[in-house]
């Protein structure tokens, strides 16, 4: 093979240009720079790999091997040691980073673009950044990072980082490329894996030849569903996810696995599980949830009608209620599937250990990862260790298993470490989706604009599996009349099994699609009563005892009237303009316990190691932890580490539902006041060994729809309003986005959360679309999502409104979600403001705000 030299970061080196190999190949697997990412490869969508290359900025992903023959490269290793220390700084500085995973790449670019222009304005630094993708920030403040880096870019000294017990937890690693995630991490004797993924959403198998794959060099072991030792289905609520589709059985969309094969190197497992031979007997797809519905529709599952559960809440008589009404209004709104595009492809590495393994995972939840991968193994608990390692973003779409239980399977069938990561294409058919909704609303108030009823029906397909499909429903449910005061209340959803691309958990979980629903009619009823948006909302927002959709009776923790009066300025105050509310639960809730735990444990005299079982994804999590067990003990925050694993009695369940905040931050406070207590007695050096516990567990709530006269549904609410204001020319300009977060823990971080919250917002409003036909997906190209670039996002204003929950001493809220409820219908009274159309389908691609922000190949007519 041919073999080629350049300089790398100012050596000479030399390597192997195999045929096919990409210089992103080269770079990490030969030459070991995991600093440029593999975020799509080959895509050349995310810019996470974006190296130097004889002075220009290249997405090394599309860029071939050979090409580097006599190259000079540069990565953030071969920066000058005063632009990495200026760089890492910015970032964490103001918060331009959140999980970390896209940030080299983008700090990469920034270096580029300084040593041209330091002075560089905000619009060339947007401009810069065009094919880069970030789904945390909002971009907004990677701007200002870059912004602030240039100022300092040529100063000879540079002063240390501010507070570290308000810094985000490790960003200069994170920003550097120095802190590994998955697909980083290596083992001595690493073996790694693929997976082989259906070709038809609905399909028998009828045989299963694994010769030719177990012909190709290097393959090790190839597993179907004949191998599996133990169950053959797993699943967070219901145990309906295959494992492997065996023989005999059908497919149930095309994110089902029918086999994996373990090899000595990546390339040598992809290529053998292409040579894996399926013989399918093809099967027409069910994918319209309608007629999934009707009698004698074909069943997804042989074992579960397709009608999972109906979520029904009933209160007070709707049908007098909206007879006696002054206005009545009957609409249908539809939303769309829309794809998490976390910018980590999923991955995991799983090593022997005595008689069981070690996991590292990325995943959202490690408890639940381990009870899964044990089930799969036949296996008791102890036995299956899992480490979670920095998550490259979530949203949600990382709370199902996606490759772990494979990924171990692997390494207990080779009794040698494997790794096993997806390319974006197999990540994109076989995560959960967030869920497209029809919504059927008949809404009736006074004459005067008062709420009197709301009759809903909601239909939410969740595609193959499960997932968390039905509680996605529950939410949307129980959630239908947004913050507002609505006296009879009838409403039902439907969760329904089709072939189509699975759907599950996705910030919001439910909520803002039912809030594009409910808030729109708000708008239409307001102008029958002759009302602005803020009028018609001031007069029906909750307050404290009254009664929420699902019954429960608001507490002191109401904070939605000082959001609304705090956006009442900017809406009245501008030509074209939408409002809209929201308010998004903190905790599951509904009948389930939300528990946080925390362990403080002294590892040494300089060393405090913090431990939870909830994920830190980009949300701050960590940040905000070290910063109250600081505060709390007095121990130097540089002496503490904050780290997620089963290894200790940390069980909190999934890290979802914007309660990790609320749950880790009571529970570290309580494990602070027996560690205070030992340091009033020994110093931190005597204490080497001694751990001290903390615990916070709400177990008082009950599912919506019961018996209960004022039922406690859920622990605490978000509360939101924002406001869109449009040029004149139709397009978004800035979004005021006022939140009320009980206390701001981290300000930068809590900032950050609603400004990419908002941007995803917008995204899922006018340009983000995952289209199936047939039951498969039309593009896995991340480009063809209609993701928002940096230099159309419009300026966020973020006012944070305190009004503590009474639940904790902190009175924190959860502000993961929330950021993305209101703004859809924020986006569409905005349109409506300008051009008189109301819209009652997701995305408005055809509108003038869309339309400047998407290709013209994903442009549709306007939707009224």
Same mark, same amino acid.
């Given at each position: 093979?041919?073999?080629?030299? =350049?300089?790398?970061?100012?050596?000479?080196?030399?390597?192997?240009?195999?045929?096919?190999?990409?210089?992103?190949?080269?770079?990490?697997?030969?030459?070991?720079?995991? *600093?440029?990412?593999?975020?799509?490869?080959?895509?050349?969508?995310?810019?996470?790999?974006?190296?130097?290359?004889?002075?220009?900025?290249?997405?090394?992903?599309?860029?071939?091997?050979?090409?580097?023959? #006599?190259?000079?490269?540069?990565?953030?290793?071969?920066?000058?040691?005063?632009?990495?220390?200026?760089?890492? /700084?910015?970032?964490?500085?103001?918060?331009?980073?959140?999980?970390?995973?896209?940030?080299?790449?983008?700090?990469?670019?920034? *270096?580029?673009?300084?040593?041209?222009?330091?002075?560089?304005?905000?619009?060339?630094?947007?401009?810069?950044?065009?094919?880069?993708?970030?789904?945390?920030?909002?971009?907004? @403040?990677?701007?200002?990072?870059?912004? %602030?880096?240039?100022?300092?870019?040529?100063?000879?000294?540079?002063?240390?980082?501010?507070?570290?017990?308000?810094?985000?937890?490790?960003?200069?690693?994170?920003?550097?490329?120095?802190?590994?995630?998955?697909?980083?991490?290596?083992?001595?004797?690493?073996?790694? #894996?693929?997976?082989?993924?259906?070709?038809?959403?609905?399909?028998?198998?009828?045989? %299963?030849?694994?010769?030719?794959?177990?012909?190709?060099?290097?393959?090790?072991?190839?597993?179907?569903?004949? !191998?599996?030792?133990?169950?053959?289905?797993?699943?967070?609520? @219901?145990?309906?996810?295959?494992?492997?589709?065996?023989?005999?059985?059908?497919?149930?969309?095309?994110?089902?696995?029918?086999?994996?094969?373990?090899?000595?190197?990546?390339?040598?497992?992809?290529?053998?599980?292409?040579?894996?031979?399926?013989?399918?007997?093809?099967?027409?797809?069910?994918? !319209?949830?309608?007629?999934?519905?009707?009698?004698?529709?074909?069943?997804?599952?042989?074992?579960?009608?397709?009608?999972?559960?109906?979520?029904?809440?009933?209160?007070?008589?709707?049908?007098?209620?909206?007879?006696?009404?002054?206005?009545?209004?009957?609409?249908?709104?539809?939303?769309?599937?829309?794809?998490?595009? +976390?910018?980590?492809?999923?991955?995991?590495?799983?090593?022997?250990?005595?008689?069981?393994?070690?996991?590292?995972?990325?995943?959202?939840?490690?408890?639940?990862?381990?009870?899964?991968?044990?089930?799969?193994?036949?296996?008791?608990?102890?036995?299956?260790?899992?480490?979670?390692?920095?998550?490259?973003?979530?949203?949600?779409?990382?709370?199902?298993?996606?490759?772990?239980?494979?990924?171990?399977?692997?390494?207990?069938?080779?009794? $040698?470490?494997?790794?096993?990561?997806?390319?974006?294409?197999?990540?994109?058919?076989?995560?959960?989706?967030?869920?497209?909704?029809?919504?059927?609303?008949?809404?009736?108030?006074?004459?005067?604009?008062?709420?009197?009823?709301?009759?809903?029906? %909601?239909? #939410?397909?969740?595609?193959?599996?499960?997932?968390?499909?039905?509680?996605?429903?529950?939410?949307?449910?129980?959630?239908?009349?947004?913050?507002?005061?609505?006296?009879?209340?009838?409403?039902?959803?439907?969760?329904?099994?089709?072939?189509?691309?699975?759907?599950?958990?996705?910030?919001?979980?439910?909520?803002?699609?039912?809030?594009? &629903?409910?808030?729109?009619?708000?708008?239409?009823?307001?102008?029958?009563?002759?009302?602005?948006?803020?009028?018609?909302?001031? /007069?029906?927002?909750?307050?404290?005892?009254?009664?929420? &959709?699902?019954?429960?009776?608001?507490?002191?923790?109401?904070?939605?009237?000082?959001?609304?009066?705090?956006?009442?300025?900017?809406?009245?105050?501008?030509?074209?303009?939408?409002?809209?509310?929201?308010?998004?639960?903190?905790?599951?809730?509904?009948?389930?316990?939300?528990?946080?735990?925390?362990?403080? /444990?002294?590892?040494?005299?300089? @060393?405090?190691?913090?431990?939870?079982?909830?994920?830190?994804?980009?949300?701050?999590? +960590?940040?905000?932890?070290?910063?109250?067990?600081?505060?709390?003990?007095?121990?130097?925050?540089?002496?503490?580490?904050?780290?997620?694993?089963?290894?200790?009695?940390?069980?909190?369940?999934?890290?979802?539902?914007?309660?990790?905040?609320?749950?880790?931050?009571?529970?570290?406070?309580?494990?602070?006041?027996?560690?205070?207590?030992?340091?009033?007695? &020994?110093?931190?050096?005597?204490?080497?060994?001694?751990? =001290?516990?903390?615990?916070?567990?709400? !177990?008082?709530?009950?599912?919506?729809?019961?018996?209960?006269?004022?039922?406690?549904?859920?622990?605490? +609410?978000?509360?939101?309003?924002?406001?869109?204001?449009?040029?004149?020319?139709?397009?978004?300009?800035?979004?005021? &986005?006022?939140?009320?977060?009980?206390?701001?823990?981290?300000?930068?971080?809590?900032?950050?959360?609603?400004?990419?919250?908002?941007?995803?917002?917008?995204?899922?409003?006018?340009?983000?679309?995952?289209?199936?036909?047939?039951?498969?997906?039309?593009?896995?190209?991340?480009?063809?999502? #209609?993701?928002?670039?940096? $230099?159309?996002?419009?300026?966020?204003?973020?006012?944070?409104?305190?009004?503590?929950?009474?639940?904790?001493?902190?009175?924190?809220?959860?502000?993961?979600?929330?950021?993305?409820?209101?703004?859809?219908?924020?986006?569409?009274?905005?349109?409506?403001?300008? !051009?008189?159309? @109301?819209?009652?389908?997701?995305?408005?691609?055809? *509108?003038?705000?869309?339309?400047?922000?998407?290709?013209?190949?994903?442009?549709?007519?306007?939707?009224?």
């Amino acid at each position: 093979m041919p073999s080629i030299r =350049f300089t790398l970061d100012g050596e000479s080196v030399e390597a192997v240009a195999e045929p096919g190999l990409t210089a992103l190949d080269l770079l990490r697997d030969q030459l070991g720079i995991t *600093s440029v990412k593999d975020g799509c490869s080959p895509q050349a969508a995310c810019g996470c790999c974006t190296a130097i290359v004889n002075g220009k900025a290249v997405m090394t992903c599309v860029k071939k091997s050979e090409l580097l023959d #006599g190259a000079e490269v540069v990565t953030l290793a071969g920066l000058e040691e005063q632009k990495r220390k200026t760089l890492a /700084r910015a970032f964490t500085e103001v918060g331009g980073l959140q999980c970390g995973f896209c940030t080299p790449g983008i700090a990469m670019r920034a *270096s580029h673009l300084l040593d041209k222009e330091p002075a560089a304005s905000r619009s060339a630094i947007r401009g810069a950044l065009g094919s880069h993708l970030c789904r945390c920030t909002g971009y907004q @403040r990677i701007v200002d990072a870059i912004e %602030i880096a240039g100022k300092r870019w040529a100063e000879p000294e540079e002063p240390a980082l501010f507070d570290l017990a308000i810094q985000r937890y490790a960003g200069p690693e994170l920003t550097l490329g120095e802190r590994d995630f998955v697909n980083d991490m290596d083992a001595e004797g690493l073996l790694h #894996g693929a997976l082989r993924l259906t070709d038809h959403p609905r399909a028998r198998i009828l045989s %299963i030849d694994d010769s030719a794959a177990l012909a190709v060099p290097g393959v090790v072991a190839v597993l179907t569903a004949k !191998d599996l030792p133990a169950v053959t289905r797993i699943g967070h609520i @219901r145990a309906d996810w295959n494992i492997y589709v065996g023989i005999g059985e059908v497919t149930q969309c095309i994110g089902s696995a029918l086999g994996s094969v373990v090899a000595e190197t990546r390339a040598a497992a992809r290529a053998g599980a292409a040579a894996l031979v399926f013989e399918y007997e093809v099967l027409e797809p069910v994918t !319209d949830p309608e007629e999934a519905l009707r009698p004698g529709a074909a069943q997804v599952h042989p074992d579960f009608p397709n009608l999972v559960e109906v979520c029904r809440m009933d209160r007070a008589d709707v049908d007098a209620a909206l007879a006696s009404s002054a206005h009545v209004l009957t609409e249908e709104f539809r939303s769309q599937r829309v794809e998490h595009a +976390f910018v980590e492809p999923e991955a995991c590495l799983v090593l022997p250990k005595g008689d069981g393994i070690q996991v590292f995972t990325q995943g959202q939840g490690v408890h639940e990862d381990q009870r899964q991968i044990a089930e799969a193994l036949g296996w008791g608990r102890e036995r299956v260790e899992v480490t979670l390692v920095p998550s490259g973003g979530g949203f949600g779409g990382k709370e199902d298993l996606s490759v772990q239980h494979h990924a171990s399977l692997m390494a207990v069938r080779t009794g $040698r470490p494997v790794k096993l990561a997806l390319s974006r294409d197999e990540s994109m058919r076989l995560h959960p989706k967030r869920h497209p909704l029809v919504m059927n609303y008949t809404v009736g108030c006074d004459a005067e604009g008062r709420l009197t009823a709301v009759r809903a029906r %909601i239909v #939410g397909d969740t595609g193959g599996y499960l997932s968390v499909g039905t509680k996605v429903l529950e939410r949307a449910a129980g959630h239908s009349c947004g913050p507002y005061r609505v006296p009879a209340v009838q409403v039902e959803a439907l969760t329904v099994y089709t072939n189509n691309p699975t759907c599950g958990a996705f910030r919001g979980f439910g909520v803002n699609q039912t809030a594009f &629903a409910m808030e729109g009619m708000l708008d239409r009823l307001a102008e029958l009563v002759g009302l602005d948006g803020y009028a018609i909302r001031e /007069r029906n927002i909750l307050e404290e005892g009254e009664a929420f &959709a699902t019954g429960q009776l608001m507490d002191s923790g109401i904070g939605i009237r000082p959001c609304l009066e705090a956006v009442k300025d900017a809406y009245r105050g501008a030509k074209h303009a939408g409002i809209a509310c929201g308010i998004k639960n903190t905790g599951i809730g509904n009948g389930m316990a939300d528990t946080g735990r925390v362990l403080l /444990r002294v590892e040494g005299p300089e @060393r405090l190691g913090v431990y939870t079982g909830f994920t830190e994804m980009g949300q701050g999590l +960590f940040t905000v932890l070290r910063g109250v067990v600081a505060e709390k003990t007095g121990v130097p925050a540089e002496f503490i580490t904050v780290e997620t694993s089963t290894q200790f009695a940390v069980v909190c369940g999934m890290t979802t539902a914007s309660r990790a905040t609320m749950l880790t931050v009571e529970a570290a406070r309580r494990a602070c006041l027996g560690m205070s207590s030992a340091l009033e007695e &020994a110093e931190l050096s005597e204490l080497v060994g001694q751990e =001290f516990p903390g615990e916070f567990i709400c !177990d008082f709530t009950v599912a919506p729809g019961g018996d209960e006269p004022n039922p406690v549904t859920h622990v605490a +609410f978000g509360y939101a309003a924002q406001v869109v204001i449009l040029d004149d020319e139709g397009i978004v300009r800035k979004v005021v &986005a006022a939140h009320d977060v009980g206390r701001v823990m981290n300000r930068v971080a809590c900032e950050g959360q609603i400004e990419g919250g908002v941007h995803m917002g917008l995204g899922f409003a006018l340009t983000e679309d995952l289209p199936s036909e047939g039951g498969h997906l039309v593009s896995t190209r991340l480009a063809d999502l #209609g993701i928002i670039k940096a $230099r159309n996002t419009p300026d966020i204003e973020v006012i944070l409104v305190e009004v503590p929950d009474p639940h904790t001493e902190y009175g924190v809220k959860g502000v993961g979600e929330i950021g993305l409820v209101p703004t859809a219908p924020a986006v569409a009274a905005a349109l409506h403001s300008f !051009d008189g159309i @109301r819209r009652t389908k997701l995305p408005m691609r055809g *509108s003038a705000a869309a339309r400047v922000m998407l290709p013209r190949r994903l442009r549709e007519p306007d939707h009224a």
